[in-house]
């Protein structure tokens, strides 16, 4: 078995990657491969925290003429349907989980409470965060970049549908140069939107490493957390 680089990691999983080749819903083969992998790195000894994003189910910006708050609500709930479909799977596959919203729902997770969810961690749970920041005008990255901070992480492994930073939309500019390393004041000087801006100028101000990777095959879950390269690597 490989041996792990990191003894803490944050997995950012985007609600695309859970959907498959659909690209809408939960696409149970594609959680499935995801689950195995993240059942891989957990068997190395490694303390996952997972956030998981919503945007197979839901995007705000879709709603041209919803409240914002309203839309960004619906968001975290479709969090939440995500997060019960991966610790379902996780623990199909014998992994013990606990999934905290920071919405209350107590008949479906625990709140989030940051000392509980660091204790889970070290018992070898793997924690999953749904219900973003438990409020609106904050995306999932930023919640990715919060948790990470407060569970002292050593580094966000953010799971996409891109294989990494690129200079421009690279779906857009087939001459889109990719980086290999970049800094967090790069991003926002040049105004790259692989994570926003919020995200980013609170991994900087806490020296939260990032590893930004396509999750098209989730073997590369493996990859980020034994350190091969992979991706874009980003700190400041």
């Not at 689950?35 to 709603?63: L, P, S, T």
Request: charged share 25%; aromatic share 6%.
């Amino acid at each position: 078995m490989p041996k792990a680089k990191y003894q803490r990691v944050l997995l950012k999983l985007s609600g695309e990657a859970m959907a498959g080749p659909n690209g809408t819903g939960i696409d149970v083969d594609t959680l499935g491969k995801i689950c195995d992998y993240i059942k891989e790195i957990h068997d190395m000894g490694v303390e996952i925290a997972i956030v998981v994003g919503g945007g197979n189910f839901w995007r705000g910006r879709q709603a041209h003429h919803m409240e914002r708050t309203t839309a960004d609500y619906m968001g975290m709930l479709a969090t939440i349907m995500n997060g019960q479909a991966l610790q379902d799977a996780l623990e199909y596959r014998g992994v013990a989980t606990r999934l905290q919203s920071a919405i209350e729902m107590r008949q479906i997770a625990e709140p989030y409470i940051r000392r509980k969810a660091v204790r889970h961690l070290e018992k070898g749970r793997i924690v999953i965060f749904a219900g973003g920041t438990g409020n609106p005008f904050f995306s999932t990255d930023t919640c990715a970049a919060l948790r990470a901070t407060e569970i002292n992480a050593d580094i966000i492994i953010f799971g996409k549908t891109i294989d990494g930073v690129y200079d421009s939309d690279p779906k857009e500019n087939p001459n889109a140069k990719k980086y290999d390393t970049i800094t967090y004041t790069e991003i926002l000087q040049k105004n790259l939107k692989v994570i926003d801006s919020t995200a980013a100028s609170l991994c900087r101000d806490n020296n939260m490493p990032m590893l930004i990777f396509a999750l098209n095959n989730a073997e590369d879950l493996v990859k980020a957390v034994t350190g091969e390269k992979i991706g874009t690597f980003i700190s400041e």
